[in-house]
Each structure stands twice: as C-alpha cells, then as structure tokens.
C-alpha cells in the first residue's frame, strides 16, 4: 500500500529537574548544598532515508514523543542525558507545521536530519546556587519543557521520468512492459489510485526511475478528486511523459485532453510548464488512431517530440524509452529545493513578557514570562517561591501593579497562586 500523507505528533522530552540536597559525610562538617543538575531530555529528529518508499508506517503510529531527562541526584551528580528519538522519513518528504501553510523543511537527500522536537534543558541543582551569600540555598530548578507540535508529512516522489495523463489512457501498462513494476490493470477509470515506480534498465548499463503517476482529470489543480495528492509528485521529475488515447476510445478528443492536463500543471505549478515533456500517442493500433494522430502532429509537431506507441503490444515503447534517456543526459540533475516564493513567510509577532489586569475585584498577571517561571521553579517549595517573587520584582510585576492603581490588601492572582499585595 502506498501513502504519502501523515499527520503525526512530536514532543521533545522535558529536561530532568534539578535536586535540592546537602552533603552530610561523618567527617565533612556544614559540607555544603550537593545537588546535581537534571539531565536534558531527548529531541525528536526526523532523518530521510532513501531506504523508505512510503508513509505507511505513519498510519499505525502518530505520535513520536522522546524520554525526559533524568532528575539531578545526590552527592552534585547530575541527571542522564536522554538519546534523541530517531524517525525515519522517506527522501522527498515536505515537513509542514499542521494547520498552517508554514513549510518547515524539504527533506530531499538521504541522511538529511531535521529537529521536529526540541528536548527540553535540565534544571540545576541547589549546588549551582551556592554564593557568598547564601552558603545553603535550598532552591533547585524545574528541567524545561520539551517542543511538541502537530506536524503534516507530504512526500513527494523523487523520479526521473513521469508518465501522466487522463485515466484509462494506458499509462500503468507502459510501466508494466518497460520495467519490472506490477501495477494493477485494468479497463476502467482509476484502477491505478497511487504512484507506481519502476526501474527503466537500457543497454549499456542505462537506466533511470520511471513513475506511474495516477490519472489526472479537469480541475485537479483546484482539489478536484486527489489532483493535489497526485500533482505533487510531477513536482520531483525531470522529464514527463504526457500519454493520451490517440484513438480516442471513450470518446474523448486526445489534442483536447493535452491542452487540459498541461493548463492543470500550469495551474498548480508555473514551473511544470517548462518542464520537457513528450507527448506518447498510445493505442496506435486501434481504429482512428491514424486520423488523429495526423491531427496532433499538424498541431504539436513543432514544440513536441511526438511518439506513437501500442502499450499492449510494446510497439514504440523501446524508442520511447532510449529518447527519455537522452533527455535526462542533456537536462543537468538537480536537487529539486523549495524555491523562496514557494515558502510561506511567516512574521512572529513578539508577546509583551506579561500583562496585569484587574478582573472582578482580583488583579490577574498572565503572560509567556510568567508561565516560564512557574514552569522552572517548585513554588510549592517556600525557598522557590521567594526566589519567583523576588524575580517578579526584578521585572517590574510590582511596579506595574502600583501604577494600575493596586493597593494594600489587594488580592494578585498569579496562575492559580494568589498573594496579597504589600506595598
């Protein structure tokens, strides 16, 4: 089965907390605050590997959470440090933020890593705060909290070759004769519902990646049907092959179906436009196929190489495929990166570090800052609530309260924790 679309979840492990202890060794009197760092939790790193075809392994397990470190102990040992989780991606995938069009990276060659969730810091340890001062601190520090998010995956196939077209034009079948690919065939509309690779081995040791792209119809650049989920993948080759019922078997005028398919490339992605394309007239040996074939040539023959071919038979195909491989000897290779304007730039607005507001009759300090701090210390620890007031008071929480017009007795309420103002 193929997939090439996962929503998954990430979650980098939380960092160790740190540890509140003292030495008390027989012969080490008043020995000091001894308590270690917590270790950093590990990050979740997504890896391409050209070994992976497929998001399969992404429909039975979404969420990629990595361990948290371990807490500081006695004796000034600091927590273990946690391995970062590794995921394997297959080579092609885009990595997007959920929910937004923010494209956080292109994995496009093979050991490329990319930090999906960062591990949070270990907290330190009461030793760290040791001074002239305060030759017995009791105040240890909560580790951070690791980065978590809900990512989308997209692959898109990286191949040389593509063959595209309307349904039930013979695109599988092609495949089928020139490689050794197992596509299912049939004779009806959509039989192929996900991209089919095989290896095209010329003589002399020639050979490039071929891929059976799924039908296209009207308006897939504009979501209709899978167009999108299709459509991606014509990205990624370097030469397509754009095959049509010559015969016009169903119905359907070939020279028409060409101009359709190429305005939906052109819609969905202006670059495809220049992309080489041979235009692969299948069903040659059909009744009317000649007749339309003249009629294409009048039309085409001067931008296209046209080719007429019988993918039942495999007349045409050998040519076909050794004119592919001279395409692919004159086009450079190149490693097909998002280009800027294809990136969604996204301005981050900073937030103020906290905001005071006074909401029935209670004075209410909320902010990013704010949750930082109760996040890194154990306010429950009288020591650790000292210390967070005091830092309030460094950056300016009180002044703020006495300029909105706070008084004595007031009721602050800080995330739950609720103090009684002094001026």
Known sequence: MFYDYAKVYVKGGDGGNGMVSFRREKYVPEGGPSGGDGGKGGSVILEADEGIRTLLDFRFKKQFKAERGENGKTKNMHGKDNPDLIVKVPVGTLIKLAGTDEILVDMVSHGQRFVAGKGGRGGKGNARFSSSVNRAPRIAENGNLGEEKWLELELKLLADVGLIGFPNVGKSTIISHVSAAKPKIANYHFTTIAPNLGMVSLEEGKSFVLVDIPGLVEGASEVVGLGHRFLRHVERTRVLLHVLDISGSEGRDPLKDFILIN??????????????????????????????????????????????????????????????????????VTSFTLKEEGMRLVKVEEKEPYEVEFIEGVWQVVGPDIERLLNKFNVANEANMDRFLLILRKIGVEKELRAKGAKNGDTVSINGWEFEFMD
């Open 263 to 332: 305005n939906e490339l052109k819609n969905y992605n202006s670059n495809l436009e220049t992309r080489p394309q041979v235009i692969v007239a299948n069903k040659i040996d059909l009744p009317g196929a000649k007749e339309n074939l003249e009629r294409l040539k009048k039309e085409f023959k001067n931008e296209y190489e046209i080719y007429a071919v019988s993918a039942v038979t495999g007349k045409g195909l050998k040519e076909l495929m050794f004119h592919a491989e001279k395409l692919l000897e004159e086009i450079p």
